[in-house]
């Protein structure tokens, strides 16, 4: 997807436009300056275009505090990563010194900048706007983030100077399979390993690999294309220009993938960052695939291997479809199952399933284990159907969708993993109403 920044001087109110356009509460609000200082992610849909959008800290230029060093590294990372710049002002204190720095900054950039005069809760406050066109940089949209006035005809304008697709997609036809996980677990070592040369830098120091780098790869007739990116920490811990400008990109990565590969460190163990990379692959319906690198280095005894999967899998929960392979990207033991399963996981994701034997499994399923009842009326699923593909949809039509538990949903999920594979697939399963009748009878009908 393409990237948006939203940037401009402390206390303009940018946290809350971005709240506003994600229609999220993802970006701390308060009437005081520098509250925003980990850098924060969301995405937007409007006129059927879909974009990144990252909310960044105060800018303030020349400052030697800690923190606005910080926050200005990254405003520039930003804007020199992002396909369109929007620089927020506030309407009611007008053109500041540092307003006319940062427009200076965006001037420098020859990136494509959209201007919002924010804050304009009322039509005199709009006019007021028109003091930011001395900032040079073009049109002056004025809006409320408070209230959403004016959001609309921004959009429309800021869309239309999104490009026709990301400059970072990967070549078409080339499945991206990236490799994921935490600094010095062993990704670039596994791409050289995979690749048969030395495309990345590899050292023992942890963060060596700050961009995420595309390699074409044909395997056994598969063409596909190999990311490895740079190590993913824990927000309060990106506290360099560097580490930020990491996340970023292989947050982007991530996106453009159809397979992640999470390579963990046998010596270290699942953590709690690994599972969040994890379920953020999840909610992005990506397939996912656990490579448990330096397996070389411990010490082998009676089923080590399968004690240490089944210690890694009572962390992962809900993850259990997850498949897991042991390897060793400094001897190069068993890399190649690597290719082996996402390629198997690519071809799962692409599966589409019989309505008639989905249906069948279906039946059996509930034979075997009855919906439970929903204020006091039997729930019935009537039949299913599988709806799209890459990710896999299954639609389970029967009369009282609001009466289907998450567990009996889970339930449903694990019979088709069991009849149907899906082995590193997220699968999505929905319940519609059969019939008007059954959709008037719902709660918010």
């Not at 200005?72 to 007008?94: F, L, N, P, Y």
């Not at 690999?209 to 927000?235: E, N, Q, V």
């Not at 960052?273 to 994890?278: F, V």
Request: charged residues 25%; contains cysteine.
């Amino acid at each position: 997807m393409p990237l948006v920044a939203i940037v401009g001087r402390p206390n303009v109110g940018k946290s809350t436009l971005f709240n506003r356009l994600t229609q999220a509460r993802q970006a701390i609000v308060a009437d005081e300056p520098g509250v925003t200082r980990d850098r924060v992610y969301g995405t937007v849909e409007w006129n059927g275009r879909t974009f990144s959008l990252v909310d960044t800290g105060g800018f303030v230029p020349r400052s030697a505090e800690r923190f606005e060093k910080a926050i200005r590294e990254q405003v520039h990372i930003a804007i020199e990563e992002a396909d369109v710049v929007v620089m927020v002002a506030d309407v009611m204190s007008g053109v500041t010194d540092l307003d006319d720095e940062m427009a200076r900054t965006l001037r420098r950039s020859g990136q494509p900048v959209l201007v919002v005069g924010n804050k304009a809760d009322n039509i005199e406050r709009r006019y007021m706007a028109a003091s930011l066109y001395r900032l040079g940089l073009g049109e002056v949209f004025p809006v409320s983030g408070t209230n959403g006035m004016g959001t609309g005809d921004f959009l429309d304008a800021l869309v239309e100077q999104l490009p026709a697709s990301s400059s970072t997609t990967q070549p078409q036809g080339l499945d991206g399979i990236a490799l994921l996980g935490r600094p010095n677990a062993g990704k670039s070592l596994l791409a050289n390993a995979l690749l048969g040369r030395e495309r990345s830098i590899v050292t023992s120091v942890g963060g060596t690999t700050r961009d995420a780098i595309d390699s074409p790869i044909t395997w056994r007739g598969h063409h596909l294309t190999l990311i490895d990116t740079a190590g993913l920490r824990k927000r309060a811990r990106v506290a360099d220009n560097i580490e930020f400008y990491s996340v970023l990109r292989t947050r982007r990565a991530m996106e453009r993938c159809e397979v992640v590969v999470i390579v963990l460190d046998a010596t270290r163990g699942l953590q709690a960052q690994d599972i969040r990379i994890l379920k953020d692959a999840e909610a992005a319906n990506k397939g996912l695939l656990i490579a448990v690198n330096k397996w070389d280095l411990i010490e082998k005894v009676t089923n080590t291997a399968r004690d240490y999967e089944a210690n890694l899998r009572a962390g992962l929960k809900t993850l259990d479809y997850v498949p897991v392979q042991f390897i060793s990207a400094l001897t190069r033991q068993r890399v190649h199952r690597v290719l082996e399963y996402s390629v198997r996981i690519l071809a799962a994701r692409a599966e589409r399933v019989p309505t008639a034997k989905l249906n069948t499994v279906v039946q059996q399923a509930i034979r075997r284990n009855h919906p439970p009842s929903y204020r006091n009326r039997h729930v019935q699923i009537k039949y299913a159907t599988q709806v799209s593909t890459r990710p896999p949809v299954f639609a389970f039509f029967c009369n009282h969708p609001y009466g289907i538990t998450t567990a009996y949903r889970r339930f449903l999920e694990r019979r088709l993993r069991e009849a149907f594979g899906f082995e590193g697939v997220p699968i999505s399963v929905v319940f519609k109403a059969k019939s008007k009748q059954d959709l008037a009878e719902q709660p918010d009908a």
